[in-house]
């Protein structure tokens, strides 16, 4: 399937599909399932979530459609957020470019009820001890990071990240790496939040042929159940809490 590629020459996520379409879809409603929102409308509107690495908007656009909150969604890429300002126009959405690494994305009393991400953790693989933290800081009391990460433990995923030919012809970003749900889970509770949460989850891939997509998903669900199998889904599903009582400063 072909991907897009960002202004730096990198994958950054796959070209629109029916299956690509299923699987956000289903990926943005297992975000939303996990979040604790109040039932009245006007209640929902005080809630913000913040997506982080939001390409050209369409999960972030999901989100905002599935849950009546606030939603902001920031990306490095000018072109991506300038696509994602054009296609997605909701009163309760919002875009902005933004380097993460640099940039605060709230104000001193603004702070993120959830804060999600569809992979883009691994792209500051080498970074987590301190983006964590950063993290934490964005958050409110007793907020939520949600997260769809690569999964090391799939077998094409394993491949594609650790040959160095492979990683060059899917396009990675020098330091990008995907990892084990073990491992995000340790980052996770040593950056002070409590609970975290790490599953393997999700055997559709982007490219699944139409006349695919349904089985894939019944057989998906089985292997999910089945202990041995579902350790080589594509992607960890990451639910981990900021402690109400944690300050998060660096």
């Not at 202004?7 to 399932?33: D, P």
Request: proline fraction near 6%; include cysteine.
């Amino acid at each position: 399937m072909a991907s897009i590629i960002d202004e730096r020459g990198y994958n950054q996520s796959f070209q629109s599909s029916r299956a690509q379409t299923a699987r956000l879809q289903r990926r943005a409603e297992a975000m939303v399932q996990e979040m604790q929102l109040p039932d009245a409308p006007e209640e929902r509107a005080l809630i913000h979530i913040l997506e982080i690495g939001c390409g050209m908007g369409e999960m972030a656009a999901i989100i905002a459609r599935l849950t009546g909150a606030r939603v902001t969604g920031v990306d490095l890429s000018a072109r991506f957020i300038g696509k994602a300002q054009a296609r997605h126009r909701y009163p309760n959405l919002n875009f902005s470019v933004s380097d993460l690494t640099k940039e605060f994305p709230a104000s001193a009393t603004d702070r993120y009820h959830y804060i999600v991400g569809n992979g883009i953790l691994h792209h500051l693989y080498h970074h987590l001890d301190t983006f964590f933290l950063v993290l934490q800081r964005w958050l409110a009391p007793g907020g939520q990071l949600i997260f769809w990460e690569p999964n090391l433990w799939n077998p094409y995923i394993f491949l594609i990240f650790s040959v160095p030919p492979l990683r060059r012809l899917a396009k990675l970003e020098p330091d990008e790496m995907a990892f084990t749900k073990r491992y995000i889970s340790k980052k996770l509770s040593v950056a002070g939040f409590a609970p975290v949460q790490a599953t393997t989850r999700d055997f559709l891939l982007p490219n699944t042929p139409d006349f695919l997509i349904k089985p894939t998903i019944k057989i998906g669900e089985w292997f999910e159940q089945t202990p041995g199998l579902r350790t080589l889904a594509q992607s960890v599903f990451i639910v981990a809490t900021r402690p109400a009582e944690t300050t998060g400063s660096l």
